[in-house]
């Protein structure tokens, strides 16, 4: 018997009850998983710092750091990256955005102008200057690199030295790394990750990190912000946001405050009683208050990542692993995923991703609510959390139910 011929109570019954099989079946938990870069012979290539972001027409692009020597952080790294056109099912081939001869391009950060459809991507060139790419037709070709650096940092940062800036390096005198290093302290960062964000106000807001000597040579981390209220044709640098501070992404509340989510680098927390850290900017991050623990949000001293799901929720990812094993002497392990619904100053238990060696991952939710996720992760056994880069996605129902499959 069709629709068509019930009895107008019968065809509300119909309605009500096809409607709330939808429902249920909407809410079923999702979880699916694909390799995206895959471990290569020696690890060389090897690929990590992960961001994705969706471009204007619906694309996912996972951008991340070809490191062509291997895993170490110095060395000949291009900017490459995968994109997907269905969500995650099927991916491009490998496309270079930038190869910049034998310099690091490092500390990859994206974001997106509402506004003006503009893709960003910044990094440091050579580790060593702020500069960014841009895409204006969906990340099929970049701009630039443009060199920003003067704009966004304060001067005394350049000339920065440290105990130990004056002695030669050790090893090969010939090798890139020895060269690079010689005469320099490592000073700055950006990011990483998806974490360019856009204020409500149009304001492109930044995250970066320099180092300052708070006495007698002693050197420490300290994250800032640098923004543009022009659409990026000018920067400025913004506010300090504390000490021990590092790696970090911002997250704009619901009432206009900004919130930063860090790295923290403090030694006297290392290794086994570590938090990522947080502040408030009210002004749009040209200054920050309230640096404090986020006690439930434990770390191996890693990059944590943050988006916001919905008005009422947020969702943070990062290795949640207090404790140094001899299976896992590097501390990353078990990448969770956690949520928070009162903009993030407390978070849940989370959902483990991956119990294995893993790192650094970036969020992106969906057009559809699903969520997708970029992590780096290894095999079980093994010790190194950085062989391959993995793409997952899954929706709130996975996340937050007790019986939903694990992954």
């Known amino acids: 018997m069709g629709a068509s ?13 096809f409607g709330l099989c939808a429902c249920l079946n909407a809410a079923e938990p999702l979880f699916e998983t694909t390799r995206l870069f895959a471990l290569t012979p020696k690890n060389k290539p090897n690929y990590r710092i992960p961001s994705i972001i969706a471009a204007p027409n619906g694309d996912i692009l996972v951008i991340c750091e070809r490191r ?50 503009k893709l960003w991507l910044f990094f440091l060139k ?47 005198p010939k090798s890139h790394a020895v060269q690079w290093e010689k005469g320099w302290v490592q000073r700055y960062g950006c990011g990483p990750g998806n974490a360019m964000v856009q204020l409500k106000s149009g304001r492109l807001l930044v995250p970066a990190r320099h180092r300052e000597d708070i ?27 504390g000490m021990h501070t590092s790696e970090c992404q911002f997250m704009e509340l619901n009432d206009g405050t900004v919130r930063v989510i860090s790295r923290n680098e403090s030694s006297e927390d290392s290794p086994d009683n570590l938090r990522h850290l947080t502040a408030i900017s009210k002004d749009g991050g040209v200054t920050w208050e309230n640096l404090h623990r986020l006690e439930e949000l434990i770390t191996p001293r890693c990059h944590g990542c943050v988006e916001r799901f919905d008005e009422k929720t947020l969702i943070f990812s990062s290795p949640a692993s207090p404790i140094r094993q001899k299976e896992h002497p590097y501390g990353r392990y078990n990448l969770t995923i956690r949520v928070s619904h ?42 190194h959390y950085w062989d391959e880069l993995h793409f997952a996605r899954f929706n709130l129902e996975w996340l937050t139910k007790s019986n939903a499959p694990p992954p």
């Open 126 to 172: 050579d580790k060593k200057q702020y500069a960014h790419l841009t895409s204006t037709d969906n990340g099929l070709s970049w701009q630039g690199p443009v060199v920003i650096h003067e704009q966004v940092i304060k001067p005394e940062w350049d000339t920065l030295k440290g105990k130990g800036d004056e002695d030669e390096p050790a090893g090969n």
């Open 68 to 117: 062509n020597d291997g895993p170490g952080d110095i060395g000949n790294h291009d900017i490459v990256m995968k994109r997907s056109a269905d969500k995650g099912k099927t991916w491009s081939d490998e496309i270079t955005i930038l190869d910049d001869e034998n310099r690091v391009c490092t500390d990859l950060t994206v974001g997106l102008d509402r506004e003006t459809k």
């Open 342 to 383: 009162d903009e993030g100053e407390s978070w849940s238990t989370g959902r483990t991703i991956w119990p294995h060696p893993g790192s650094y991952s970036d969020i992106l939710v969906l057009d559809d609510k699903t969520i997708g996720y970029i992590y780096e992760r290894a095999d079980k056994g093994s010790t």
């Open 215 to 241: 006495g007698k040579g002693r050197l420490r981390s300290f994250a800032h912000s640098f923004y543009s209220d022009d659409h990026g044709a000018t920067w400025k640098l913004g506010g300090n946001i």
């Open 5 to 17: 011929r019930l009895k107008p109570h019968m065809k509300s019954a119909f309605v009500l009850l």
